[in-house]
């Protein structure tokens, strides 16, 4: 099983553009989340979904959406990039709002 | 008040010494709760889980919780250089968001 994998790695943005932040697992897990970490801090909950076509808010979405078409996929898309966006971007998953497990994270600088 | 709470450190302690790392929070309600270690750079890894009041060991770590003084913490015997990393709590509180809560993590740094 790879887990919990995330596309791309890294990425830079201009202001202003947008682009879409891929995550996938293949552990079966009914639950997702979008988490950002800014350098030194804890993660902060963007979104989650607790199934397919099923989402709700965490504590920052504003300037982020998503959707869940499947189980396996829990795309982030940013929309009109902007400098306070840049971060470390972190996708989990979990059975019920349990363990959860990371990916390895996409580190996105917008200039 | 932040719903959960760590201590940022730096912790210092000296190789093969008992590192002692606390967390507390808000939600006298929380039910789970979750350490988790990182690497500079690198993604959370789940380290140690405990839902019931007491001590739950596994290998040299310990977690402890208090539901009664809404603390946790994790203890870890015999530090090693390479346990140095920032440790990361995490509570499923009972606010109705289905996702675990972190806090701001510990840095622990091991000192051979």
């Known amino acids: 099983n790879a887990g919990v994998t995330q596309t791309p790695k890294f990425r830079i943005l201009k202001i202003g553009q947008s682009m879409t932040l891929q995550c996938t697992q293949d552990m079966n897990h009914n639950y997702m989340y979008w988490y950002r970490q800014d350098p030194g801090m804890g993660l902060k909950l963007i979104y989650y979904?607790?199934?397919?076509?099923?989402?709700d808010k965490g504590e920052v979405p504003n300037g982020y959406n998503v959707s869940r078409s499947t189980t396996e996929d829990f795309p982030l898309r940013l929309e009109l990039a902007a400098p306070s966006q840049t971060s470390v971007y972190f996708c989990?998953?979990?059975?019920?709002?349990?363990?959860?497990?990371f990916g390895p994270g996409t580190r996105l600088t917008v200039l | 008040q932040k719903e959960v709470e760590q201590n940022s450190g730096p912790l210092s302690v000296p190789e093969g010494a008992i590192a002692s790392l606390n967390c507390t929070y808000s939600?006298?309600?929380?039910?789970?709760f979750f350490w988790y270690r990182q690497y500079s750079g690198k993604s959370p890894e789940l380290i140690m889980s405990i839902y019931s009041n007491g001590d739950k060991e596994d290998g040299r770590f310990t977690a402890q919780l208090n539901k009664a003084s809404q603390y946790v913490s994790l203890l870890i015997r015999d530090s090693q250089p390479s346990d140095s990393a920032t440790y990361l709590c995490?509570?499923?509180?009972?606010?109705?968001?289905?996702?675990?809560?972190f806090g701001s993590g510990t840095r622990l740094q091991v000192q051979p």
């Open positions: 979904s607790v199934g397919a076509g099923i989402t």
């Open positions: 939600d006298r309600g929380s039910q789970s």
């Open positions: 989990a998953s979990s059975y019920a709002a349990a363990e959860q497990f």
């Open positions: 995490a509570v499923k509180l009972n606010t109705g968001r289905r996702a675990l809560t």
